[in-house]
């Protein structure tokens, strides 16, 4: 039966989704069925979320690959090097996970937060395991408030919580989720999406039935929505390709930066700087400033 599915599929195209990358394939969703595609060229870096073109041409073995479509945006953080790596693309908004267990790395959470504000994104803060309780949280929490970050506190083990998650700020588009390892991103998946599991099966099965992905996943929420769930991280720094990345992503050290004396203040010794002040005078919260200035020494480590 399955030779016989795999033979109807030859001499067909078409276009899909990737729902996840593993190696050297991609698993694709067309028309309604997932395909295992292999890439056509050692130069196609394809990610979760994007649109590709693909052909199973009579002679071949399966589908491949052809083309990538246009992205509309590409999340990319940089890697050990300093190098851009893809994490997904065509991403509408982007959900940071944290919980009282393991501690939260708010300089983390700010950096995925400048990310999205680099790519024009939306952004939301969940705040998961609300059962382990959120005391030693509200401090940073209400940081985040204040800047008007949309913040939303809810227990996997709930359904109740969760479902109120999936119906009011994960409707519509794709939303990237992404924090540390174990705060319950896959719980979170899994409460709203219970089929996840078996599509996770499916997404990360190889061609010889080996589970090899360890990148982001796409999963459907509902006609118009998508979560792709990003593997847990330790790390993440939004690349520099931008003019002023650093200051531009946070979003209280960007609205102060046009009353600096200098037009090109860095925020960090110069006399005259606005930013400063406003730390001094607790308008601006010190660890966020704290944040700024390492993202923007890594940015300078960095620099050819």
């Known amino acids: 039966m399955v030779a016989e599915q795999k033979d109807s599929k030859r001499g067909i195209d078409g276009s899909g989704t990737v ?11 067309a028309d309604g069925m997932s395909l295992h595609c292999t890439l056509s060229g050692r130069k196609q870096r394809i990610v979760c979320g994007d649109r590709v073109t693909w052909a199973y041409p009579p002679s071949a073995d399966g589908p491949s690959v052809q083309s990538i479509e246009p992205r509309r945006n590409l999340i990319e953080r ?7 790596e893809p994490v997904a693309a065509n991403i509408d908004r982007l ?7 393991p501690a939260p790395d708010w300089f983390l959470v700010d950096r995925y937060w400048a990310g999205a504000v680099l790519k024009d994104l ?14 030693t949280l509200r401090p940073e929490l209400k940081t985040y408030h204040d800047l008007h970050l949309d913040c939303i506190e809810v227990a996997s083990q709930s359904a109740a919580s969760v479902a109120g998650l999936g119906r009011s700020l994960l409707v519509g588009g794709v939303t990237l989720l992404v924090g540390q390892s174990g705060v319950g991103k896959s719980s979170l998946v899994n409460a709203l999406i219970p089929e996840a599991a078996a599509q996770t099966a499916e997404l990360t099965r190889d061609v010889e039935g080996r589970h090899t992905t360890t990148t982001a996943r796409w999963y459907q929420l509902s006609a118009t929505s998508a979560i792709i769930d990003a593997p847990g991280v330790r790390d993440f720094a939004p690349p520099a390709s931008l003019v002023r990345a650093a200051e531009r992503g946070f979003v209280e050290i960007h609205k102060l930066s046009a009353d600096c004396r200098f037009k090109d203040c860095r925020h960090m010794e110069e006399p005259g700087c606005a930013v400063r002040t406003a730390v001094v005078a607790q308008r ?15 940015y300078e480590k960095l620099a050819p």
């Open 122 to 135: 939306d952004g939301l803060l969940i705040v998961n395991k609300l059962d382990l309780g959120t005391e």
């Open 78 to 84: 940089i890697d050990a090097r300093g190098r851009a």
């Open 19 to 29: 729902l996840a990358n593993y190696g050297r394939g991609v698993l694709v969703q």
């Open 95 to 101: 959900a940071i996970v944290v919980a009282a267990e």
């Open 284 to 298: 601006i919260a010190a660890r966020r400033y704290e944040s700024y200035r390492r993202l923007f020494r890594l």
